[in-house]
């Protein structure tokens, strides 16, 4: 312990002489004097202090604080008590628009959005195990796909929202080919580049995006041909996203749990013991990609819908980055994970904002928390399905066939 | 049909990696219902005459021939390692390779992949015949588990499991492929005397059970004498000797090559 006091001490004084010149110092240009300001350096040294300790103190007690926060949820293993979860927070979700502003139900679609974001690019990454560093480029094409559909031939936001999502899989099976042979560091380099690519083209070939200006006036959702004041347009869009969310959970744990969902995790184990378990792995990887990217596409023509307006600058490789952190974050492979993750990326910085200034900084230390005593993430380890056994004769031998 | 044509029929196989001869001109025959054994000393090119047999390395000269028990017959040179195990060869590998995150159950169930076809609209919906699939799956996977006495395993975590059992479980992924020709790399390495004598019983069981050819590379002489009906013995990538157990015990070539490793 005395030891610990002192290192803290320690750090405390080199950090206090390495920030000197920026925290203490001050020169006034206009009196051309100096301003030393000692409490600046009373105040870090102590919080610096503080931190070392407890930093130190936590990380030599990660397993048992680990512990706090168990695998495998023993509330969540009572079958009566999740369905009463779950009503509760289906419930919450759907009231959430009637008593909140416009400005919180926008918050909450973009989250969202993020959640079915993070949930089919965990089909590539969590489940697949094929890093993606481009998948917004999934999202651009279908935001584009229903801004230059409905600004060329009028085509409304239902009959784009699939066509949105199938160009994004076809584009998945476009990337997909080439990089067929690629894994790990080398896939991620390839597909930040097609990333990349999709949003450069995007900025330069005016004639056909309309450069950097972008498109404006994009239609917002119809709902049987009735105009929607603003305010309810922004709720019915909440709905939408809700509705595609559920829909994509759904989707995504019954791919998960089928023939495909193993495939694709025997795939992210083992490629080569899996191509000699007669795994077609051409296939196996363009449906991953496809699968994946079509969530990107119908979620970028809910964008386009929602801000009536596309541009480059949307999906810039950051959005890549946030999308792919929120399955990391929430824990690889696991959908309540990824949906808690998409919450907690997307609204905590939104409710830092009292934190001013230090928002993002508490936001930073606050993942940077979460990576070193869950490195598995929020959920991760998702539990293996456990089948069913067939009792047929559990001892004895069996006959032949 | 004039004469019965052995069910594998490999003829001039030759794979160089680089300068480097690993195989040079091998024959070698596997016929129905029988255990061949390959062996040699270390680095004489036997994992490598596998990976050319299952596709994972594409040979520069040769033919590999499948007259399946059905009559079909084919050529598996440059295919792909999944559409060769399709055609009815599963292997094992040398160095485990199991899908350590998924369960036992699991490992086995991927091993069935290739003899169904639920497809992605199946898996959404999940309708009937997806579900009787889904079911058919398990009750196969979990009969081979029961088969190689390691059903009581079945819902573990892959990696989590005795490093025998892996390797049982190595055997039981590949019969889930339904093979012709099971292809069986140092089966024994790592076990103990009695799992060793254990395996030895259970490769006959199997054979007899699913009516298949077993290719076995093995460093065990015991396991080898006492399993094979006939061995191949490589050396510097080049067959240097084939036979009878019998003969190969006393071939002086043989002899030679082992430099007196041979502990038969
Ligand atoms: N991918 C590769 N690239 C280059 N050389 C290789 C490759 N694979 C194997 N070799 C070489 O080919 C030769 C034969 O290797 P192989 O693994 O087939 O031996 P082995 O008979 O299985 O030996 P062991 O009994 O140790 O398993 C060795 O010299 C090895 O270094
Ligand atoms: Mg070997």
Redesign the pocket.
Known sequence: MWAELKKGAAVAVWFMFLTLPIMVVKVNPIEQTVVWRWANLVWLGAAVFVLTVVGRYCSRHRTELSAFWPDAHPLLAHPQLKRFLLIVLALLATLFPLFFSSYQINIMTTALMYAVLGLGLNIVVGLAGLLDLGYVAFYAVGAYSYALLNYHFGLGFWAALPIGGLLAAIFGVLLGFPVLRLRGDYLAIVTLGFGEIIRLILENWNDFSFGPSGIAGIPRPGLFGLTLSVDDAIMYIYYLVLLLGLITIFVVNRLRDSRIGRAWIALREDEIACQAMGIDKTKTKLTAFALGASWAGMVGVLFAAKTTFVNPASFTFLESAIILSIVVLGGMGSTVGVVIGALVFILLPEYLRAFADYRMLLFGAIMVGVMVFRPQGIIGNPRRRSYPLPMAAADQEVGHE | MSEVRPLLEVRGLS?A??G?R??HDLDLEVSCGEIVALI????????????CLTGV?APSAGDILLNRPDGKALRLNGLLPNQITKHGLARTF?NIRLFSEMTVLENVMIGCHCRHRAGILGAILRGPATRAEEAAIIDKSYTILQHLRIAQYANDVAKSLPYGVQRTLEIARALATEPVLLLL??PAAGLNPTETSELDALILQIRERYRLAILL?E?DMKLVMSLSDRIYV?DY?ERIAQGTPAEIRNNPAVIKAYLGEDDA
């Open positions: 794979m990696f680089g480097l690993a195989l040699g000393p270390n680095g004489a090119g036997k994992t490598t005459f596998f990976n390395y040398q790399d140092e590379i460093h490589v990538g």
